[in-house]
């Protein structure tokens, strides 16, 4: 029975420190809690940096293709000053011929005449 007393009077100092290793525990259980939030936040972070570099490439794309766009139009109103220009060599190349044909005309009257 002396030892249960012992024991008895001993308790309250082993509970104590029970409690304090379990405050312990329990702090070291949130910590650890806290970490893996940290560890969450920090992938998720990374998520965001790689959909920002995504974004950042799609951006360049889109700039490039605009550019290409620019020069496309450009090359069409080139090609429509050609055209226009190639209509206008075909209209001159038809008037020469008339006036050739009017000078033969000239020239075979003006022998008919003499």
Not at 31 to 42: C, E, G, T, V
Not at 92 to 102: F, T
Request: some cysteine; overall charge positive; proline content about 1%.
């Amino acid at each position: 029975m002396l030892t249960h007393w012992s024991l008895q009077i001993r308790m309250p100092m082993h509970w104590s420190l029970r409690t304090q290793m379990l405050k312990h525990l329990n702090l070291q259980t949130l910590m650890l809690k806290h970490l893996s939030l940290r560890i969450q936040m920090l992938r998720h972070l990374n998520l965001l940096i790689l959909m920002l570099k995504h974004l950042s490439l799609r951006i360049q794309m889109l700039k490039h293709l605009s550019l290409r766009i620019q020069m496309l139009k450009h090359l069409n109103l080139l090609i429509r000053k050609l055209r226009r220009l190639s209509l206008q060599m075909l209209i001159l190349k038809h008037l020469s011929l008339r006036i050739l044909k009017l000078k033969h005309c000239c020239l075979r009257t003006q022998m008919l005449i003499r």
